[in-house]
């Protein structure tokens, strides 16, 4: 049997996963975008339909969540992040634009702040197909982010638009005392159990263990 990084364990099939379970999925608009704004000379729509332009690529990974659990063996189908980056962000940098954060947000306001050093990994991709089939409104539909290097709250579902930034974004951080305690961790290596950003992974995996049952009541629905 493969390791997994450290603190996780396997379930069965893929669990619909998040804090986001009371809600619905949001329907997927008939036109899908994904719009690119912030620190750009001209901000954009890039159509879905449009990704048909770059090439195509499939990764088999395992999708860690942050409370503990690990999908293995998934495999996804959409575009590399990097040539998505290269095609439709890098042209609209004026010279000399460094970019320190991108934020990605999916149609039901959920966001994520990742370094470019970890958006731009090979292994990173706008998937559009989980396990040969679509995605469903449980897994992201139309199209969501895959970085599975990373825990799960970075790979954002139904994405919706991509914000540079030249510096942290602190206005998408929540400012209760909770969202700060449980902050995310700016990297979320999985491999390096950067499970939030103020408290160290490891103290904070028998907390996770304790909740087990009701997290995972809360927080994980159906499989597919
Ligand atoms: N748009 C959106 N993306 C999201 C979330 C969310 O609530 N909304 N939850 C995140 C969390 S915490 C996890 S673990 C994964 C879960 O992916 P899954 O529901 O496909 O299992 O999605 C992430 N992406
Ligand atoms: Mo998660």
Redesign the pocket.
């Known amino acids: 049997m493969r390791t997994l990084p450290p603190g996780q364990r396997r379930v069965d099939g893929?669990?619909?996963?998040?804090?986001?379970l009371h809600r619905p999925p949001p329907a997927v608009p008939e036109d899908p975008v994904i719009a690119v704004d912030g620190a750009l000379r001209t901000s954009s729509e890039v159509r879905l339909a449009e990704l048909s332009r770059l090439p195509r690529s499939e990764i088999v990974a395992d999708?860690h969540?942050?409370?503990g659990w690990t999908?293995t063996d998934l495999r996804w189908e959409g575009v590399r992040f990097a040539d998505f980056y290269r095609r439709f962000v890098e042209p609209a940098l004026a010279p000399g634009t460094t970019v320190t954060h991108l934020v990605f947000e999916?149609?039901?306001g959920?966001v994520?702040v990742v370094e470019p050093r970890d958006a731009l990994a090979e292994d990173v991709l706008l998937a559009d197909t989980l396990n040969g089939r679509p995605l469903d409104g449980?897994?992201?539909a139309p199209i969501?982010l895959v970085s599975p290097a990373q825990?799960?709250?970075?790979?954002?579902?139904?994405?919706r638009g991509i914000e540079v930034c030249t510096e942290l974004p602190t206005h998408r951080i929540g400012a209760g005392v909770l969202d700060r305690l449980m902050e995310a961790h700016p990297r979320a290596r999985v491999w390096h159990e950067e499970r939030h950003g103020r408290v160290s992974g490891r103290l904070i995996r028998p907390f996770y263990r304790a909740f087990i049952r009701p997290i995972r009541y809360l927080?994980?629905k159906g499989g597919q």
């Open positions: 893929f669990p619909r996963f998040g804090t986001h999708f969540c942050v409370a999908a999916g149609l039901d959920v994520s449980d897994h992201g969501r825990y799960g709250y970075v790979n954002i579902k139904h994405l927080c994980a």
